[in-house]
């Protein structure tokens, strides 16, 4: 690479971070369905047609700051989960669901970017499904080892779902009982729902020691798909 392609380049990343930096700024500010591509560039001082080449369209910064949302939380989610590499099944998914909700805490507006409400005249591209898949492979991560060392409590299924049981685990996870699989996907609902709640003040004036009470919920979530294990160290 030469010396001027390599500037060039690196201008290219701290150009585009700084685009980023300022959508962020505005959609704490005015919320993803006012994100305006020309405030953006009024703000950093370029011209429209400058910011262009770098996001064709308001859609195209959304998708990126999407994407960056959904891979910063999975890289919290994935972190907490390694360092508790050496503790119980119920342990580690416990440590998943904290850190989704410390980074929640952390940075409420890109978790309403991907959480909340949809942004009236998008649709996320499917670019966005690896980074959004990130927490739920790694929950489906911790149910398999279980599955495959200590085995699972099986949930129960009534006769009426098993069919769409059936059909989610086929696609999902085939070599997991169609039980967990639906108790997995409830569970991961459940999870983001006791966060939004939290996040977005349902939970003014109802729970109040609220770290505890999430804690409590996790380890419910956990129980609910099988993982049914005694604590073990700090998490008991």
């Known amino acids: 690479m030469s010396t001027t392609h390599g500037a060039r380049a690196r201008a290219r990343i701290e150009v585009t971070a700084a685009i980023k930096d300022e959508a962020r700024r505005q959609l704490a500010a005015e919320g ?3 994100l305006s591509l020309r405030a ?6 370029m011209v429209s047609s400058a910011l262009y080449r770098y ?3 308001r859609d195209d910064l959304l998708t990126a700051l999407i994407i960056d949302a959904y891979d910063s939380l999975g890289e919290s989610a994935e972190a907490a989960h390694d360092a508790a590499a050496d503790s119980g099944p119920q342990q580690r998914w416990i440590a998943v669901c904290e850190a989704v909700r410390g980074w929640a805490l952390d940075r409420p507006h890109e978790y309403a970017l991907i959480y909340g409400s949809p942004v009236p005249g998008y649709t996320a591209p499917e670019t966005t499904v690896p980074a959004a898949s990130r927490v739920g492979l790694l929950f489906f991560r911790i149910v398999r080892d279980a599955h495959r060392g200590l085995g699972l409590a099986e949930p129960s299924l009534p006769d009426d779902l098993r069919p769409e049981a059936e059909r989610m685990a086929a696609d999902l996870a085939p070599d997991l009982p169609p039980e967990t699989v639906t108790a997995l996907v409830a569970a991961w609902a459940q999870l983001f729902g006791l966060v939004g709640f939290e996040l977005f003040g349902q939970f003014h004036r109802v729970v109040e020691d609220r770290e505890a009470f999430f ?3 996790a380890g419910q979530l956990a129980h609910g798909v099988g993982l049914v294990y005694p604590q073990r160290g700090p998490a008991s």
């Open 32 to 34: 993803a369905a006012r």
């Open 215 to 217: 804690r409590h919920a």
């Open 55 to 57: 996001f064709p369209s």
């Open 40 to 45: 953006v560039a009024r703000e950093l001082g």
